[in-house]
């Protein structure tokens, strides 16, 4: 686990207060793809958020904090009774390559044992290479390529799968 974070689970009746800051994570995080977010934008994805998670079974978020700062998260749920899904990670890029995604993917591993699930799932752009390498390092492994189009770009979008 790395030194300057904490890994901690997110309860539900907390979602409301701290989903403005896993946004902000995000934004940062992705900004290099999606472009900066207005606050206005920033709301937006929270709420829609907020309602996504809502919607899953057995759903988990787990964040990263230094101090009172989120510097990473990660939420997942139950795709069947079999499979548990990670949705969504994300760390601040000024914060990245410290084991801080690598400490978020093994929480949500570790729930996903201890909840009897057989497998955890997860996909990922090839461009965020990153991340790739950490899953596949991580013991995933490729199941399925997509192309999507986004912004005018060809992204292949990976499905990956580890046995636990």
């Keep these: ?13 907390e979602l409301g207060e701290i989903m403005h800051r896993i946004i902000a994570v995000r934004a940062a995080a992705y900004e290099p793809w ?3 977010r207005s606050p206005e ?3 937006d994805e929270a709420a ?3 309602e996504k998670i ?3 079974v057995r759903p988990a978020i787990f964040v990263a904090v230094d101090g009172d ?3 990473g998260y990660v939420w997942g749920y139950e795709e069947d009774p079999r499979c548990f899904s990670i949705s969504h990670i994300g760390v601040l890029p000024e914060r990245g390559r410290r084991g801080i995604g690598r400490a978020l993917l093994k929480q949500c591993e570790s729930l ?10 997860t996909s990922t752009y090839d461009h965020f290479s990153g991340m790739r390498d950490l899953l596949l390092q991580e013991g995933y492994a490729i199941s399925g390529i997509t192309k999507e189009e986004s912004a005018g ?3 292949a979008r990976l499905e990956l799968t580890k046995p636990l």
């Design 1 to 13: 686990m790395p030194r300057e974070a904490l890994i901690r689970p997110v309860a539900v009746a």
């Design 34 to 36: 999606n472009g900066p």
């Design 41 to 43: 934008q920033r709301r």
């Design 48 to 50: 829609r958020w907020l």
């Design 54 to 56: 809502a919607d899953r």
């Design 69 to 71: 700062c989120v510097v």
């Design 112 to 121: 996903s044992r201890d909840r009897g699930y057989e497998v955890v799932s």
């Design 153 to 155: 770009h060809q992204n």
